[in-house]
């Protein structure tokens, strides 16, 4: 048998856009708004001391039967629309959600159905809050790679679906929402090198209370026997509240505070920029106390525009920095064309930072 390869001819290499940028940004908050005195007819506490730990004064919840695809949809429009492109034009569309209720099929083939993206790739990633920084590194890599022109990237949560109202450390934290951005080819070098990593050790910090499997089982246990199953040795209350989120508010905290500025800085001086270059800095909305003392690590100077969107959409997860940059061109916050340096970072744990150029 011979063992001579057969394939002597050379692979033709993908060829893609010198740079690539951001060239469009959407976004959608649900109608409904919940405020703290809300919130505090569920769990213990007061509208002072929630906005005292976090910032919030309200977040947006979703009306029931509002999916993340329609958020999604919604916040896809507008940003093809800054963009100047058609969604037939999209070569990928990628979807950074934890709250899609279907395990399969992902949340993203069928966004790409209903834009009208007719055989775009389309994929679902699970980075939770760092998910949307994620997307942007793998747009911005397919399209100087060669494997994609045009990348519709979103980040859309429906948080509301998995909170437990009961929980007093998180209840009032979570919210509902949809930023999408357009990332293309550029003239300019417009998307910064990505500093990116996870801390598995800590996955316990934030995360599902009870794992699917477990659920089953216990599910299976009380119909075959008759008898409520034990769902307090399962880590829940009851069967609804499983599958909730958990959090180890003090844990995390910690975490965001002390590792997330030198990742920030590591992006920062991986685009080959100081922080007085900054037009924007706009961290994940995940409490005002993070983001000032990440402010006072990273000695930004005090004429940069923050993004303080928690105040009123809460923590959005995935949908917390592309919201914010949605604002904060729309008012005039920031400068079309700036330099945003944009860090997310929550469960896994895992966490993305990059400077962008805005569109």
């Known amino acids: 048998m011979s063992t001579v390869a057969k394939g002597t001819g050379t692979l033709q290499a993908p060829v893609g856009a010198r740079y690539a940028g951001m060239l469009g940004v959407g976004g959608y908050r649900p109608e409904r708004v919940v405020t703290n005195d809300e919130?505090?007819?569920?769990?213990?506490?007061?509208?002072?001391?929630?906005?005292?730990?976090?910032?919030?004064?309200s977040r947006r919840w979703a009306a029931g039967e509002e999916t993340v695809i329609d958020m999604a949809e919604h916040a896809a429009g507008p940003a093809l629309e800054m963009a100047g492109i058609t969604a037939d034009r999209l070569s990928a569309v990628i979807v950074a959600t934890v709250t899609h209720t279907m395990q399969t099929p992902a949340a993203a083939p069928i966004l790409a159905t209903r834009l009208g993206a007719k055989d775009a790739a389309a994929f679902d990633i699970s980075a939770a809050c760092a998910g949307y920084c994620h997307g942007i590194s793998l747009a911005s890599d397919m399209v100087r790679g060669g494997s994609a022109e045009y990348v519709l990237v979103v980040g859309v949560e429906k948080l509301s679906d998995i909170t437990d109202k009961r929980d007093r450390g998180s209840a009032f934290i979570f919210a509902d929402g949809a930023g999408a951005a357009v990332i293309g080819p550029s003239d300019t070098p417009g998307i910064g090198p990505t500093v990116w990593g996870s801390d598995g050790e800590?996955?316990?910090?934030?995360?599902?209370?009870?794992?699917?499997?477990?659920?089953?089982?216990?599910?299976?246990?009380?119909?075959?026997?008759?008898?409520?199953?034990?769902?307090?040795?399962?880590?829940?209350?009851?069967?609804?509240?499983?599958?909730?989120?958990?959090?180890?508010?003090?844990?995390?905290?910690?975490?965001?505070?002390?590792?997330?500025?030198?990742?920030?800085?590591?992006?920062?001086?991986?685009?080959?920029?100081?922080?007085?270059?900054?037009?924007?800095?706009?961290?994940?909305?995940?409490?005002?106390?993070?983001?000032?003392a990440m402010i006072k690590q990273l000695k930004l100077p005090a004429d940069i525009p923050v993004a303080r969107d928690i105040a009123e959409t809460g923590n959005t997860s995935a949908a917390s920095i592309p919201l914010a940059i949605e604002r904060m061109l729309r008012e005039q916050e920031v400068p079309r064309g700036g330099l945003a340096l944009q860090i997310g970072f929550g469960a896994g744990l895992a966490y993305a930072a990059q400077v962008v150029r805005l569109p």
């Open 39 to 57: 919130v505090c007819t569920w769990i213990d506490s007061t509208d002072a001391w929630i906005r005292e730990r976090t910032g919030i004064v």
């Open 202 to 292: 800590k996955w316990e910090a934030i995360s599902q209370r009870v794992p699917w499997d477990k659920i089953v089982a216990l599910q299976e246990e009380e119909a075959a026997t008759g008898k409520p199953a034990d769902w307090v040795a399962a880590g829940a209350i009851d069967a609804t509240e499983a599958s909730t989120l958990k959090m180890a508010g003090q844990t995390v905290f910690r975490w965001a505070v002390w590792s997330m500025a030198p990742v920030a800085q590591q992006a920062i001086e991986a685009a080959g920029i100081t922080a007085a270059d900054l037009d924007a800095f706009i961290p994940h909305q995940a409490n005002m106390r993070i983001t000032d």
